[in-house]
C-alpha cells in the first residue's frame, strides 16, 4: 500500500480539511458556527452578550510589557513548557516501542500484554494532545504534525490504510514505514492497530514496533530543533522590535482550544451542524482523556505562574481569574462525563462545548488584548 508523498499530501489535506491552524468548519455548519455567540447566550456558562463583551474589551488595560520581561518569559515558555512537551511525547513514544519489542517476542499478543500496550498508547497520545499546543515550527513544518497524528480522519482511510498495509508487510520495518503515507503512520496506526484487534499477531506486532520507532525518531528530531532553535522560533531575539513571539505563542493556544472545540467536539458530535468525521481516540473510546490533555496543556499555559505574574504587574488580576475560572469549570465538567464522549449525555456535550466558548471568548477579548497583542489569522472558531 504505498502512496507516493505528493498522492499521501493531496489525500491529507483532502481529509483534514485546512489542515492545522487553518481548519474551517464544512459550509453546512458555517450559520451555526458564526452565530455561536446566539448559543452561548442560551446556556447559563456563556451568558454574556456581543456588546458586554465588547465593553470587557474596551475596559481592558495593556501590560506594559519591556523586552526584557518578554524575552524571559518567552525563554521561559520554551525551556519549561515547549521543550518539554515535545520531550515527553518522545519518552512515551520510546517506552511504547520497548514495551512492544518486550510482548512481542512471540505472537499472538493477548491479555495482560495487550493492556499493557494499549495502556502506554494512551500515555502516548495524550503526551503528543499536550505537545498539539505548539501550533507552529518544525512540528508543523512541511506537515510533520500530520504524520504524528492524521486527524481529523473524515474518511476512516486510518482504518483501511493500516490493515491494508500490514497485510500486504507483515515483516514491516522502520525504514520501509518512513516511505508510506502520513495515513498509516503516528499515534492513531498505533491506535487502530492495538484497538481494533483482541489479539495481535506476528504482522500486526511488527506493525506496531516499526510504527512507535518511527514516531520516536520524528518527535525526538522535533524536540532537538526546538532545543537549537527555540531564539529563532519563538522570535526571542526579536522582542526589542516587537511582539512576534507573543502573537505567535498565545494565538497558538487559541488555535488548539478552537481547532478542539470545531473538530474533536462540535462537528463529530453534530452539536451545531451534521455529524462529521470522528471523535479523538474513538477506536479505543479515550475521547475524554485525549481532551482532557488537551485541556490540561492548555490550563498549564494559561495559569502559568510567570505570565500570571506579568498580567497582574498593573495590579489587575481580573483577566487572570477569569480565565483560570473558566478553565477549572471546563475540566470539572469534562471529568464527569463518560470516557467516550458520545456517550455523554446530549446537554452535557452541548455544556462542553459552551464552555469552551467561554474559554475562547476569554482567551480573545480579554487575554490578548490585556497583552497588547492581537488576534491571528488562524483564528476558526466562528465567534
Known amino acids: 500500500m504505498k502512496i507516493n508523498h505528493a498522492l499521501a499530501m493531496a489525500l491529507s489535506a483532502l481529509s483534514a480539511g485546512l489542515l492545522i491552524s487553518c481548519v474551517k468548519p464544512a459550509d453546512d455548519n458555517k450559520s451555526a458556527e458564526v452565530d455561536s455567540q446566539e448559543v452561548a447566550q442560551n446556556n447559563s456558562t456563556a451568558d454574556s452578550s456581543a456588546e458586554s463583551s465588547k465593553e470587557s474589551t474596551e475596559q481592558i488595560v495593556a501590560v506594559d510589557i519591556s523586552p526584557e520581561t518578554q524575552k524571559t518569559y518567552l525563554t521561559h515558555v520554551a525551556d519549561d513548557i515547549v521543550i518539554p512537551a515535545y520531550a515527553d511525547a518522545a519518552k512515551q513514544s520510546d517506552l511504547l516501542n520497548e514495551l512492544a519489542q518486550k510482548h512481542c517476542q512471540q505472537a499472538p499478543v493477548s491479555g495482560a500484554e495487550l493492556q499493557a500496550l494499549r495502556a502506554q498508547w494512551l500515555v502516548l497520545a495524550q503526551a503528543w494532545s499536550s505537545a498539539e499546543m505548539v501550533n507552529f515550527g518544525p512540528a508543523t513544518a512541511s506537515m510533520s504534525n500530520l504524520y504524528i497524528n492524521y486527524y481529523p480522519d473524515e474518511r476512516g482511510l486510518v482504518h483501511s490504510g493500516v490493515a491494508d498495509l500490514i497485510a500486504a508487510n507483515p515483516t514491516l520495518t522502520p525504514e520501509q514505514l518512513a516511505g508510506e503515507s502520513a495515513i498509516v503512520q503516528g499515534v492513531p496506526g498505533l491506535e487502530e492497530a492495538l484497538f481494533a484487534n483482541e489479539s495481535l499477531n506476528a504482522g500486526q506486532c511488527a506493525y506496531i514496533i516499526s510504527a512507535s520507532g518511527a514516531l520516536s525518531t520524528r518527535?525526538?528530531?522535533?524536540?532537538?530543533?526546538?532545543?537549537?532553535?527555540?531564539?529563532?522560533?519563538?522570535?526571542?531575539?526579536?522582542?526589542a522590535e516587537s511582539d512576534q513571539g507573543l502573537n505567535q505563542w498565545f494565538n497558538s493556544l487559541l488555535s488548539l482550544v478552537e481547532t478542539m472545540k470545531s473538530n474533536a467536539i462540535d462537528q463529530?458530535?453534530?452539536?451545531?451542524?451534521?455529524?462529521?468525521?470522528?471523535?479523538?481516540?474513538?477506536?479505543?473510546?479515550q475521547s475524554r482523556a485525549i481532551i482532557n490533555a488537551k485541556l490540561d496543556a492548555i490550563n498549564k499555559a494559561m495559569t502559568d505562574p510567570v505570565l500570571t505574574a506579568l498580567l497582574?504587574?498593573?495590579?489587575?488580576?481580573?483577566?487572570?481569574?477569569?480565565?483560570?475560572?473558566?478553565?477549572?469549570?471546563?475540566?470539572?465538567?469534562?471529568?464527569?462525563?463518560?470516557?467516550?464522549?458520545?456517550?455523554?449525555?446530549k446537554d452535557d456535550q452541548q455544556a462542553l462545548y459552551d464552555h469552551l466558548t467561554t474559554v475562547t471568548r476569554l482567551i480573545k477579548r480579554e487575554l490578548i488584548p490585556a497583552l497588547g497583542i492581537r488576534v491571528g489569522f488562524n483564528s476558526t472558531d466562528g465567534d
Open 312 to 345: 497582574n504587574s498593573n495590579d489587575e488580576s481580573t483577566v487572570a481569574n477569569n480565565l483560570s475560572t473558566a478553565l477549572a469549570d471546563t475540566t470539572t465538567l469534562l471529568a464527569q462525563m463518560p470516557e467516550d464522549l458520545s456517550k455523554a449525555d
Open 219 to 239: 518527535l525526538k528530531d522535533i524536540e532537538k530543533n526546538w532545543q537549537q532553535n527555540a531564539t529563532e522560533l519563538l522570535a526571542i531575539d526579536k522582542s
Open 268 to 285: 463529530p458530535l453534530g452539536l451545531t451542524g451534521k455529524a462529521k468525521g470522528h471523535l479523538p481516540a474513538a477506536t479505543a473510546g
